[in-house]
């Protein structure tokens, strides 16, 4: 493609964002004027519409489990595309779970009565039109279009073409069933070009989009972090820790060193260093139960010196997020050493100590400086729905607006309400 | 320039920048951990010295005074550059006040218990380091300076070449009186070069900085936002509508528009334009006020039939912010009119209407998307000393993070504290 062809069909795609997201923002002033009930009503409704819409989605999906084939894609990918009667039930009871998740739209942060009698308030608000960029799985065009609905935000969805058709019915239906309770079609938009253009143009669609949320792998989240003028909130590594300190009880750290690692290798709160203190009296059978539990070990000499089934680390290991059933083990020389090395290699996601020692729990909790810090609990636990939060959109390693666990609050901004009674500046 | 020698410089600018925001970082990393009484101490050494070097100050002033001549500068420009004693006092004194406000790091800002034990805090921590971008009032170093150390973060000051000499001594008492009390002297850097190269290098310092504040004139401001990969908090416009609603008090609305338009018309919350109710019994004497007082006013036709003196607005005009004795009026027919006008001009800064219909100001308050909405209260109350805040590092429009008058908090972020007792994941 020459640079002419190039332009003109970059142009025609942000012409197209452009248009999507000022509809966006119409159907998002009505929207972030509905009550509570009303939401709740519309997300309710959503749910059943999936459920009646069942034979289409699972046709749909069909289509995109034959193409899949035909090119060839690997099992897991398949499994992730692939839809059924239970998977359909689990979506559309997701989407009852946002329905009955408090609303927060309207909500009083905090009130304060100036001397001169000024009244002001800080009141929660939708944030106005997100963006969300995926990859293959479609239940996600159902839990996204869910939450950013329940905090009062349109949104502009764009998922994999892997999921093309499966993502269209089940958008279909939601809007459907979002509709009878009033809630405008535009509040919800399935991107309706798969061309990979569009999601440079939602990138780069500064003061039309106010967020993009990108929910896949790594490399789509990099690209997403690297070429977004758009504010992204997301991770893109979850390298955590765990830190054995010497005074931790040995069982509850080889309970939680194994949790951390093994429960589910594939989520971004996985452990995937362990720092052991030199001082620890029970190393060896912490890595014994890791290595028995089918973990490979890659560690430092002194590590290795622990259980000979331990493999030589590389210095790239230390910054790996492996996502698998493998650890790095450092041992190390006391809490500061721990932490130094979080520091350096950590992705401020979550990071773990375990310790009878309230003192070094505290300088612990105090000195890391990650989105999560935990004490005595497997870093497992790093997730939204774990936290209390309901369902998540993401977890957040930025520094700015939302960290951690991102759910309704952080799909919300405020505005100032200032109430007075003829006051003028003087 | 060639491209060549425009990219090597690029680089070397890039680097120190780099280097500049590593050893700010690091900086941090100790001042975070600062307690409450070591950061108001060193505040208040910072406020000491810049009244011990208050010679030092105004020799160094001096140079950018005879500069400021020598290069033709407006005399409006030349006395925002100036500093006499009285000046430096006030300059210390504003220290003085930031080290007496609350520390909010390590504030507890919620808190919940798990059904399986687990205990979840959230927490205020600094964001970590700041870039503050600025014109020619050398007073910025040493507010900015302040409010960013107060919340623990570090900073990287880049102020005007007009005002090089004067910063450079402002920067280096700060840095002497808050280095008795512990603070690093990295903590706050004024950027050495004044090569414009380096605001770019700043601006794409993604990784490196975490947040960049402009504050300065609009061409600073948009600057900024067009070409930061770094998050930005700002306001690029305040086009701050206030709307007569019919039910308005007479006297109320007069003093209101008179005060929110021309108490100081250069500052970001002064009323731009005027919308008048065309059922408000009071027009004639309303615009009569302004007209009195010295303002221009710039009207569509139902405005400029109440009032000879009214001259005709242009469709340009309801998009201007003046900061001047300049106003636009429109007559709209009731509150969805008004509401639609605001959507359509506004720069969701401030908006406010008049009105002794309560249903109606609940209704404004509701429908009008701005970070600040008032009721019977004049605009020039859009500050963050006004709001109780303290000082302020600027007022933002975006969506994300802080909106409205950014203070302290708004220079933080937060972690999750996690603490068990040995709990894993299921």
Redesign the interface.
Known sequence: MNNASENSEKTATTALVERLAKAGRIAQ?KL??MSDAEKTLALQGAADELRTAKDEILAANALDIEAAHKAGLSGAMVDRLTLDDARINALASAVDQVAALPDLVGQRIDR?Q?PNG?I?DRVR?P??LLGIIYESRPNVTADAAALCVRAGNAVLLRGGSDAINSNRAIHAAMVRGMATAGVPQDAVQLMPTQDRAAVGAMLAAAGYI??IVPRGGKSLVARVQADARV?VLAHLDGICHTYIHHAA?PQ?AR??AV??KM?RTGICGAMETLLIDAAFPGSHELLGDLLDAGCEVRGDARAQAIDRRVVAASAHDWDTEYLDTVVSVAVVDGLEAATAHI?AHGSHHTD?IVTADDAV?EEF???V??????????S??ADGG???LGAEIGIAT????A???VALEGLT?????????????P
Chains 1, 2 share one sequence.
């Open positions: 002033r972030a004027r304060v100036r000024l002001l608000v944030i106005g106010d967020m504010p009880d509850m309970a939680i949790n951390a429960r520091a773990a729990a909790l105090a000195e400086d990650s989105a999560i810090v935990m004490v005595n609990a497997s497992q636990f774990e936290f209390g930025g520094r700015l607006h960290r951690g666990p901004t405020y505005k100032w309400l200032v109430r007075g009674n003829g006051q003028v500046r």
